[in-house]
């Protein structure tokens, strides 16, 4: 149904543009910040992760395409330590809103875990915000399970 492969150096730059900007909006919408802060979190974080605009060693962006070989989504992935053992980090999955509930959110995590198996790497981990109720429901159909939950309450 869906497959990766390796975003273009000319498809990078548009790619960051639209990860900080969705990032941005996802940390006022879903995390509650506001948003100049937001959006300097997110431009902070893009530039530790993308040095001179190139993927810091570890990390792959991958276009997900559908079986006509249509861009669809993203796929941005790294190898990280986590709590000393070696997991296949989900830092995005981008599927293009006019494509979404066809499946290729599903078919872009089992091609993750696909990724991870042939690093050899045999687990996968990821942030997903607590509003993202279809995300949620999605990793949970997959096996994936909640390990923390952040909460919190503005009282102004």
Known sequence: MARLRPLRDDELPAFLADSERRYAEDLVAQAGLRAEP??????????ELFPAGAPADGQAVYAVE???G???????VAER?????????VYGVHVDPSRRGRGYG???MLLAEEEARSRGVDR??????????????LYRS?????????MGKDLA
Do not use: P
């Not at 249509?70 to 941005?76: A, D, I, K, N, S």
């Not at 996968?124 to 607590?130: C, L, T």
């Not at 509003?131 to 429901?137: G, K």
């Open 106 to 108: 599903r078919a872009a």
């Open 38 to 47: 937001a959006r300097e979190k997110a431009r902070r974080d893009h530039a």
């Open 66 to 68: 559908d079986e006509d």
């Open 81 to 89: 330590e986590i709590h000393g053992r070696r997991s296949l980090w």
């Open 124 to 137: 996968i981990d990821f942030n997903v915000f607590g509003r993202n109720h279809v995300a949620r429901e």
């Open 142 to 150: 997959l096996g994936y399970e909640e390990l923390s939950v952040w």
């Open 70 to 76: 249509t861009r669809v989504g993203e796929l941005w």
